[in-house]
Every structure is written in C-alpha cells, then in structure tokens.
C-alpha cells in the first residue's frame, strides 16, 4: 500500500480491481471480486502516511463490509540502495468494529526486495498475538513485464496462553505495467488452513488472483 521516496515530498493514489481480497494467504472476500483505493503522502524527511479501503465479506456477513486500513511510518536511507523504516497500521471495520486491531512493523528495502516484521498484540480482534515475516521480491524481465514473488510466515497464540499456530503463504506471479495500469497474475498459496481470520473459506489453500491497479 505505502511507497516510500525520501527524495522529495509526493502525494500519490491508485484503484484497484482484483478477482479476490487475498491477505496473507486467506481470502477475506469469500472468493468474490473486491474494489480497492489508497492514497500516500511521502514527506521529503522520511515520513509517510496511507490510507486504503478494500472490500470484504468475512465470517457472519451478509453483505459487503469496507475494511478501512490507516498507516504511518519512518523510513530512513542507510545507503543509495538500502532502507530501513519502522511504522504502524491501524485496521478497522465500519460494521463490525470487534474486528479492529493495530499491528506495528519494522523492516528493511532495496529496489526488488522488502523485508518487513510485523506484530499485533490483538490480532482481528480475536484475543490473539501475531507475528508476521514476509519476503517481497521482484525480477524485471523487459521494460514492462517483471517476476514477483512473496513468501511469509505467521506465528499467531492466544493471549492468555494456549496452543499457537504457524502458517506459511506464497505467491508467484507476474506483472506488466500498461502506462499508468499495473496488472498482475498471482498464484498464492498457503500450507494449511489459517483459523486466525475470520474468513468465509479458512480452509481453501491455493487459487490464482487477477488485479489490475491505475495509478495517479
């Protein structure tokens, strides 16, 4: 959701269509096609700000329900093509505000890769600790098409103690950038079925996802 540039203060947004809201592995929008947007604000010190609202259809839902995710966090150069940030997020859902939860995050990124960190105290709201580790990469194959990868892993224990679970989800694609389009064509995968997210289909553990972006 979040492009940090250090250079020079940027306000940016996008919208989105995708064949599916997948988050980590899980579907959170019960397999259905999903409209997103998110606008970012990049200060010239490091700062930066988002904000993105996606569509979801998650566990006792009738209908549609907006997730709305706010975030902040620093980033800082330690070299011309290594950074280093640290920030926040902050989930909440309109009608089912039980759900809400904030995750902090620290991680490291160059021009193909991201390496991030994060933790929940209150993981969806479900009395739960989460820790969460994922590996972002890309591979340019020509000027517009380019390989993507993506591999995590999620610890996540009740908070007054109990059995914890570890999951681990990926994904292998493609993408091709069209002026200000971005398409992409994902395979994701995730090991076993992750009962920390109150989706519709915990237990469906591979599917292809398509998604198209518009920039601006």
Known sequence: ????????????GQIGLAGDYV????SLN???PAVTAAVN?????????????????LFGERHAEPLWVAAAGYAHALTSRLSWEVGATYSNFTGFTFWNYAEMFVGLSAERWSLRLYR?????????????LEFNGSRP????????????????????????DRTFDA????GA?????????????????????????????????????YAF
């Open 177 to 213: 950038k069209f002026g200000r389009v971005d398409v992409q064509l994902l395979w994701v995968a995730v090991n076993r079925a992750n009962y920390a997210y109150p989706s519709t289909a915990p237990d469906e553990r591979r599917r292809w996802v398509l998604s198209a972006v």
């Open 171 to 174: 994904s292998l694609g493609l």
């Open 30 to 32: 019960d397999d259905r």
């Open 1 to 12: 959701m979040l492009c940090v540039d250090a250079a020079h203060a940027q306000l940016s």
């Open 120 to 132: 929940a105290p209150n993981y969806f709201g479900r009395h739960r600790r989460s820790t969460y």
């Open 23 to 26: 988050y980590r592995g899980v």
């Open 41 to 57: 604000y990049d200060g010239a010190a490091g700062w930066y700000l988002g904000a993105q609202i996606g569509e979801t259809r």
């Open 141 to 164: 194959l020509d000027e517009r098409w380019r390989l993507l990868a993506h591999l995590g892993v999620q610890q996540a224990e009740f908070t007054r103690g109990g059995d914890r």
